[in-house]
């Protein structure tokens, strides 16, 4: 499966953004769904993930309560809304597909491009 990602952008602390993930080559229903993040000079962190129906989700600390991981599979489609955006959450953001829902890079088998979100003070 290709994945694309997109929706980055500049916004200013406090702001939003909705990250659209597009997939290609099969469908997602096989795949859990998931986003990382890289900032420059670390290493990728786990940022959401989603369960193959849309049921359940787990996230990582940091962004519990501010942002929302969904998926269209009919469309083929993962979006993460950011919300309350901090300039910590600067970051590459990537989406990825796995067969088993987990919080470690090493578990997603695809990965899209990335999409840069630069949130200013």
């Known amino acids: 499966v290709q994945l694309q990602a997109s929706g980055g952008g500049l916004v200013q602390a406090g702001g939003s953004l909705r990250l659209s993930c597009a997939a290609s080559?099969?469908?997602?229903?096989?795949?859990?769904m998931g986003w990382f993040r890289q900032a420059t000079g670390k290493e990728r962190e786990f940022v959401a993930g989603i369960s193959r129906s849309g049921g359940s989700a787990v996230y990582a600390d940091s962004v519990k309560g501010r942002f929302a991981i969904s998926r269209d599979n009919a469309k083929n489609m993962v979006y993460l809304q950011m919300n309350s955006l901090k300039p910590e959450d600067t970051a590459v953001y990537y989406c990825a597909a796995a067969l088993s829902l987990g919080t470690l890079p090493s578990m997603y088998a695809y990965w899209g491009q990335g999409t840069q979100v630069t949130v200013s003070s």
């Open positions: 080559g099969r469908t997602i229903r096989s795949y859990v």
